[in-house]
């Protein structure tokens, strides 16, 4: 038989994890078939719900809403994740989603992944003794006995900034995936680049990245064909040992042509 904790608070929460072996923390559900055996809700636990934005950050509780986050509006937040917020599902799923659901979902990376991971977003865990804080594009997991406590969004500059899904319009399949471009520069020359890819797998070019730092705009054809033919090499090794179709390889690429004619 199942069944579905509830707690009052974070440090309930962390003490009935810690008495419950095999206990899994849910939020809004969306995406789960059926519930685990035994699993504990964070759904209107303030202590894991709060959003405050900073000068430089935006702290978001992995159990705000993605439509509380939507909220703070396209002024107090970068374009890239706000359009990315507003393109997934409806209305009510997204009052019902949260935000670290969308980050921890087993499998398939969802939405919010590419633009997050292009904001150098940070994630901080929790136990009853510690406190650990990776970035998104190296996290693989919830470390064991700790908890999802807070999620720290740059808000990085955007002179150019492209987001796009791709795959089926209203659902989440093998072929989905999110893609985030964001360029800033100063005086035509480009400073900061952010460039990632999340679905099948998460991918993030520091590579590429790194290559563009100091180019003058705009970029050449010749340039932009050297980019192309190295983020396509960097790519396609990264996906050699992954069952990624050639739909998604060819849309990833086609997204990356067309970024960096944008800088022409």
């Known amino acids: 038989m199942k069944s579905i904790l509830y707690a009052k608070n974070l440090h309930d929460l962390q003490t009935q994890m810690k ?7 849910v939020g809004g559900c969306t995406r789960l078939e059926e519930l685990p055996e035994k699993a504990i809700s964070t759904h209107g636990l303030k202590d894991l719900s709060q959003i405050s934005r900073h000068e430089r950050f935006i702290d978001v509780g992995p159990g705000a809403t993605l439509s509380d986050l939507l909220n703070l509006g396209p002024n107090h937040m970068p374009h890239i994740l706000y359009e990315a917020l507003a393109s997934i599902a409806n209305p009510m799923i997204r009052n019902m989603a949260t935000v670290g659901g969308n980050i921890c979902a087993e499998g ?10 292009a904001l150098d977003t ?14 998104l594009q190296n996290f693989k997991k919830v470390p064991e006995g700790f908890i999802l406590t807070n999620i720290r969004i740059s808000l990085i500059d955007e002179d150019i ?9 209203h659902t989440i399949s093998h072929s989905s995936a999110s893609y985030a471009f964001i360029v800033n520069t100063e005086r035509n020359s480009i400073i900061e680049v952010k460039l990632a890819f999340a679905g099948p797998f998460a991918f993030q070019s520091k590579k590429l990245e790194n290559l563009l730092i100091g180019h003058r705009l705009p970029l050449s054809k010749k340039e932009i064909d050297t980019l192309q033919d190295t983020i396509e090499s960097e790519f396609l090794e ?5 069952m990624i179709s050639n739909v998604v390889i060819q849309q990833f690429l086609n997204l990356t042509r067309y970024s960096f ?4």
Not at 130 to 135: A, D, G, P, R
Not at 238 to 242: E, F, G, N, Q, Y
């Open 108 to 117: 398939h990376k969802l939405t919010l992944y590419a633009p997050l991971m």
């Open 19 to 25: 008495n419950n072996k095999g206990l899994q923390i």
């Open 238 to 242: 990264a996906t050699a040992d992954k």
């Open 261 to 264: 004619e944008q800088l022409t």
């Open 161 to 169: 900034s492209i987001f796009r899904r791709v795959g089926p319009e």
């Open 122 to 135: 940070r994630l901080e865990f929790k136990s009853t003794t510690e406190t650990k804080v990776e970035t």
